[in-house]
């Protein structure tokens, strides 16, 4: 008995079309086995991302400081304030109000609508000058070797980083937004550091005496080291 050719053609077809149980079984574990290696790589670069987006955040919100205080003849100091209810947590250049002694802000209290703002993902959290690792070398980096000037810690409440009319970073004396910040204070430089909590990597900025903002990341180890990014 004569098959048809057009019922050959289909049972070749069929038997193409169709998948073993081993061959699904091979695919499924060459889909697990990629997956196991992709999504760890997927996630550190997640955290990665935050980590270094919160610094280049905040920096760049440093630098709107330092602009607007060139612009406005006056002092402005720079915080974050730490998430609370509904609020995220967030940097603020302290602005408003503006009085008219020349004090402008809050002291770092309350953000004002006008105030330039940046939000802060909140698991990038800033972390004291004394947890910070490596923090002589990363002085080393920014000050040269004979240099009197101590970095100060922007992320305390008495020493957030503040910018005066000429551009240049200021220790304000009295309360922030005076008018004795530069002729007073000296050379100023400032740090701020900052901790991702899932993977406990660390970022920093630093302000130079000149008014010279950068972006740092911690390598991590023993050995780890600064490196400007």
Excluded at 4 to 29: D, F, H, I, Q
Excluded at 130 to 140: C, E, H, V, Y
Excluded at 153 to 165: E, I, K, L, N, R
Aim: charge should be positive; proline fraction near 9%.
């Amino acid at each position: 008995m004569k098959i048809n050719p057009r019922m050959k053609n289909s049972r070749r077809l069929s038997r193409m079309s169709g998948l073993t149980l081993l061959e699904l079984v091979v695919s499924l574990a060459v889909i697990l086995i990629v997956a196991g290696i992709a999504i760890p790589n997927f996630n550190t670069a997640m955290h990665s991302s935050r980590l270094k987006g919160g610094d280049s955040d905040f920096a760049s919100l440093l630098q709107a400081g330092r602009i607007r205080a060139v612009d406005d003849d006056r002092y402005y100091s720079v915080y974050v304030l730490a998430a609370n209810g509904n609020r995220p947590q967030q940097g603020f250049v302290d602005i408003y109000p503006q009085n008219v002694n020349g004090a402008s802000g809050s002291n770092g209290t309350t953000i004002d609508p006008r105030d330039p703002v940046v939000q802060v993902n909140g698991e990038v959290i800033p972390q004291p000058q004394g947890a910070a690792p490596s923090t002589a070398a990363l002085k080393a980096l920014i000050l040269p070797p004979t240099s009197p000037v101590a970095p100060k810690d922007g992320s305390a409440a008495g020493t957030p980083v503040t910018f005066g009319p000429r551009g240049l970073p200021c220790s304000p004396t009295g309360a922030v937004g005076g008018t004795v910040c530069d002729s007073l204070g000296g050379p100023t430089a400032y740090w701020i550091f900052f901790q991702n909590n899932v993977t406990q990597n660390w970022a920093a900025i630093t302000v130079t005496p000149a008014g010279r903002i950068q972006r740092w990341l911690f390598t991590g180890g023993p050995a780890g080291i600064w490196a400007q990014f």
